[in-house]
């Protein structure tokens, strides 16, 4: 019985060093965009965008890791020729061990991007988000050698890990700078970006442990080549650092009109990479304002003898109203 509940204890406090000591970043990270920065809060070109992206992981076990991230952005002040204000919230869940241990949060966010040269040509914004977060140990969902009897598993029978459920909750604030510059022409755009999360460094526990959030610093950047008239290369690259966990993530995808003039429809072919660890294809279609992209990760660290097959798949699907797609030049931007 007490083995049961330190195998318990040793679950959780694996899970929760991965968890505070580097928070994973999706596949299709610049499709979450409130995640990685919160200056990219409204900037866009239009009034309004919805974000939206989920993660199974390693599902041939019956899918363990599940993560999902919702977020919806309202640009403000669009008439104004020197800036732009934008508010959005992002909604975002990770669960793990059939929902054994989860992590719910939301965050509300605002951002100023300001003109540098009077003409949009070199843009710089800051963001700040507020966000709320729940963790929760809920060791119902699991089954314990004390429930086995001659018929399987009983759940029904109580155990001293029961006792161990718990939920927390805490506040932090995360803040971010964007600097964007275009070409005259205004083809050619490269963007650079820093931010900080749980910036107040939140105190938090789990069980009777008591420790500090230390901060997430992601480091971005990226941009777009044009090829032709039809053909763009988007690039970008992010670098997260938290408690010495490193984990980076670059690629790039072309963006090919289906139809002449572009039309609204384009499709998105490309490649990612984390470092030491997956190689990541990807597809996607954009159609009249509407975005759908499916991802693989394919395992190439050095687990992956023991995790074969144990791969991840995620889908993103966001809507910009097309009208507003049309001004994309206007205003480069890390989400393509």
Same mark, same amino acid.
């Given at each position: 019985?007490?083995?049961?509940?330190?195998?318990?204890?040793?679950?959780?406090?694996?899970?929760?060093?991965?968890?505070?000591?580097?928070?994973?970043?999706?596949?299709?990270?610049?499709?979450?965009?409130?995640?990685?920065?919160?200056?990219?809060?409204?900037?866009?070109?239009?009034?309004?965008?919805?974000?939206?992206?989920?993660?199974?992981?390693?599902?041939e076990d019956g899918n363990p890791y599940k993560s999902l991230g919702v977020s919806m952005?309202?640009?403000?002040?669009?008439s104004s020729s020197s800036g732009k204000l934008g508010v959005g919230l992002l909604v975002?869940?990770?669960?793990?061990?059939?929902?054994?241990?989860?992590?719910?949060?939301?965050?509300?966010?605002?951002?100023?991007?300001?003109?540098?040269?009077?003409?949009? &040509? /070199?843009?710089?914004?800051? $963001?700040? #988000?507020?966000? %709320?977060?729940?963790?929760?140990?809920?060791?119902? *969902?699991?089954?314990?050698?004390?429930?086995?009897?001659?018929?399987?598993?009983?759940?029904?029978?109580?155990?001293?890990?029961?006792?161990?459920?718990?939920?927390?909750?805490?506040?932090?604030?995360?803040?971010?700078?964007?600097? &964007? /510059?275009?070409?005259?022409? $205004?083809? #050619?755009?490269? %963007?650079?970006?820093?931010?900080?999360?749980?910036? *107040?460094?939140?105190?938090?526990?789990?069980?009777?442990?008591?420790?500090?959030?230390?901060?997430?610093?992601?480091?971005?950047?990226?941009?777009?080549?044009?090829?032709?008239?039809?053909?763009?290369?988007?690039?970008?690259?992010?670098?997260?650092?938290?408690?010495?966990?490193?984990?980076?993530?670059?690629?790039?995808?072309?963006?090919?009109?289906?139809?002449?003039?572009?039309?609204?429809?384009?499709?998105?072919?490309?490649?990612?990479?984390?470092?030491?660890?997956?190689?990541?294809?990807?597809?996607?279609?954009?159609?009249?304002?509407?975005?759908?992209?499916?991802?693989?990760?394919?395992?190439?660290?050095?687990?992956?003898?023991?995790?074969?097959?144990?791969?991840?798949?995620?889908?993103?699907?966001?809507?910009?109203?097309?009208?507003?797609?049309?001004?994309?030049?206007?205003?480069?931007?890390?989400?393509?």
């Open positions: 019985m007490k083995r049961n509940v330190f195998i318990l204890i040793l679950f959780v406090c694996l899970k929760c060093q991965f968890s505070y000591g580097q928070q994973y970043l999706y596949s299709q990270y610049f499709a979450n965009p409130l995640s990685i920065n919160p200056a990219q809060t409204g900037h866009f070109g239009g009034s309004y965008r919805f974000s939206s992206i989920s993660r199974n992981q390693w599902g952005e309202k640009a403000l002040l669009e975002s869940s990770d669960n793990s061990n059939m929902d054994a241990f989860s992590v719910k949060r939301a965050a509300f966010s605002a951002a100023y991007n300001m003109e540098l040269d009077g003409e949009g &040509n /070199v843009e710089l914004g800051a $963001g700040f #988000q507020g966000q %709320y977060n729940q963790r929760r140990i809920n060791p119902y *969902n699991l089954t314990f050698e004390s429930q086995f009897g001659s018929g399987g598993f009983n759940t029904g029978i109580a155990t001293p890990e029961m006792s161990k459920a718990s939920t927390m909750t805490y506040t932090s604030f995360n803040a971010g700078l964007l600097l &964007n /510059v275009k070409s005259l022409e $205004g083809r #050619q755009a490269v %963007y650079f970006g820093l931010a900080a999360y749980n910036a *107040n460094k939140p105190k938090s526990n789990i069980l009777d442990a008591t420790f500090i959030e230390p901060i997430r610093w992601n480091v971005q950047s990226g941009g777009i080549i044009p090829i032709n008239e039809s053909t763009n290369i988007h690039l970008s690259g992010i670098v997260s650092l938290q408690e010495g966990a490193t984990e980076t993530l670059f690629g790039a995808v072309g963006s090919f009109d289906l139809i002449e003039n572009g039309g609204g429809k384009k499709l998105l072919l490309g490649t990612w990479v984390r470092i030491k660890d997956a190689l990541i294809p990807y597809i996607g279609l954009q159609w009249n304002g509407v975005q759908a992209a499916f991802s693989y990760d394919i395992n190439t660290s050095s687990i992956k003898t023991g995790a074969y097959n144990k791969n991840s798949i995620e889908f993103s699907l966001g809507y910009q109203p097309w009208g507003s797609l049309l001004k994309k030049e206007v205003i480069p931007c890390p989400f393509f």
